[in-house]
């Protein structure tokens, strides 16, 4: 695949568990092209939380090539490559909706007008416009995961990593979530790998995958 | 601002919701430390004020005496005169006396003082009651301390008897020296129990009959232009007087150089021991921010992966401790000044619950509680609480910054 924005090469990982060595990842390859949207499920315990943690650089395998783009994944590039969505939506309690959205450009940079504008403009996307004062107490799971998401774009990440994004909501809010993640990474071309139990939202993606003895496989 | 500083201010000031109880009780831990520094350094300060103030009040800014008596004080007031910055001189005499009335011996301290210049100096008339007593002093009356009076029962118009040594040297020449009769004119208060228990004043031509002084005095009180050192001038005073009359010029610094050590000392002592309430605050902080980190352990795993570095995420929780240095120095101070704003009506009630007054009096010799701040030392409260409290908010910094995104999120 010419156009791969991420590509993973024989990913291979293993933890001790006491004595025990368990090997989760035993050679992943994966590439995923811009714009594209790939679900990968498993059975729980499969792999798929570290498999993206891999893919993340958020860890580091113990053998295989794992490359961002055009350039290496290194931790310095991942705020500006990647956006995460988590199953906890991880908001900090302390900030507003609008704050937390602010929160990942900040990170890289102090926010200016565009920094500004955009956030309010991605919950406005979102569908929170009225709610970027908010605290996250006062917002329902799927208001969190909605800013959660708006967070992960707002660096205009050319890859998006979602783990079981809809695992904390019900079924109606899941569904409408994941509508609004496919379709926002569909209007800004940023390719999705979704991590999911959920079939019907792997069905989706683009390409469906399936993790099974630590090796990914169609589904 | 950086986002370490901005999520710092808003962990522990957030917006919109109610003041975080480990904030309020940080904050109050710092700031209590503070307070108590402040007032307790403050009232030893004022101490050492009060005694600076009252022994320039009574004694000038520089005393000069002689091996013995200086025999020409009118010579040595001119040699004074010409010496740049020196404002003014007036001659004393002093000696202890015997005082009887109404069957009341006392023995205090007689002060004979230059009437017409005494003023330029010392600013008597400021203590000294009925208003205008002092300009009616003459070699026929007197002046006592309040609480010299008081003891022998002495009020304004009573006439008492004061007899001097030189009745026992006229004695043993078999010459009957009576005791003179005084009027008293007025009475002054200091304030100092000692001074206003064992001091009278007279003029100085009634102290050189007392003494059998002649035109002698014992001494020169100076009055130096209002900023310049008292050390530096007693030098340069000391230059300027001729070797051969045996005169010596000590500041009113190195007259009391003994018991402003001790108070220096005792304040600088109080200072080391009362910072330690800081430090002991300073663990609390620590103790609260650990908490922090381990409550916000999945945050901090969030953090790292929007791209938040080790050192970054340490600096948001050193600058927690910063800010609550910063908000328990401001809380301290404002509650310090606020005591020390009404200190006397605390120690007035707590004389009066523990019927201590006199008490009060006796030891502490002031009347009113007397309150100075030093900036030098204000200014190292601040840095001090401030620097204990950033450290405070090192070594959860440094747990939070050895935290891996990856574990944290996946933390429980």
Known sequence: ?219 | MPWYLYLALKQLFPTGRRFPFFTAISVLGVALGVAVLVISTSVMGGFGHKIREMTVDTQGDVQVRGDGLIETPAEVQAQLAKIPGVIATTPFAEGPVAIMHAQKPQFPALQGIDVTRVSQVIPLARYVHPAGALAELDDDSIILGSQLALALGARVGSKVEVASPLAYEKFKRDEIFLPRELRVVGYFEFGHQALDTSVALVTLRAMQDLYGLGGGVHGLNVKLAPGLDPDAMTARINAALPPAARLHARSWLDLNQDFLFVLQFERNIMFFLLMFIVVVAAFSVTSSLLISVVRKTREIGLLGALGGKPRQVAACFCFQGFFIGVAGTAVGLALGFGVLHVRDDIVEIFTKLTQSEAAMLRFYQFRHLPSYTDPNYLVAIVIGTIGISTLAGLLPAWRAAKLKPVEALRSE
């Open chain 1, 1 to 219: 695949m010419s156009n791969a924005i991420l590509s993973s090469r024989a990913l291979a990982k293993s933890y001790l568990s006491g004595d025990r060595c368990i090997e989760v990842l035993r050679g992943v390859d994966l590439e995923v092209a811009a714009g594209e949207s790939v679900s990968i499920r498993g059975e729980s315990g499969s792999g798929k939380s570290t498999l993206l943690n891999l893919l993340s650089g958020l860890d580091t395998a113990d053998r295989g090539a794992l490359a961002w783009a055009d350039g290496p994944a290194l931790a310095d590039r991942r705020a500006e490559f990647l956006g995460m969505v988590f199953q906890a939506f991880y908001l900090i309690p302390e900030i507003d909706a609008f704050q937390n959205v602010l929160m990942a450009a900040r990170i890289l940079r102090a926010p200016g007008a565009a920094e500004r504008a955009r956030a309010k403009e991605l919950l406005a996307r979102v569908g929170l416009a009225e709610r970027a004062t908010h605290l996250p107490a006062q917002l329902s799971g799927g208001e969190r995961q909605r800013v959660a998401v708006a967070r992960a774009l707002m660096n205009s990440p050319k890859l998006l990593l979602a783990d079981e994004p809809t695992g904390n909501l019900d079924e109606h809010t899941g569904d409408a979530v994941i509508a609004l993640l496919l379709d926002l990474c569909r209007e800004t071309g940023t390719a999705l790998v979704l991590v999911t139990h959920n079939v019907a939202h792997a069905q989706k993606t683009n390409r469906q995958l399936f993790l099974r003895e630590g090796k990914l496989s169609h589904g």
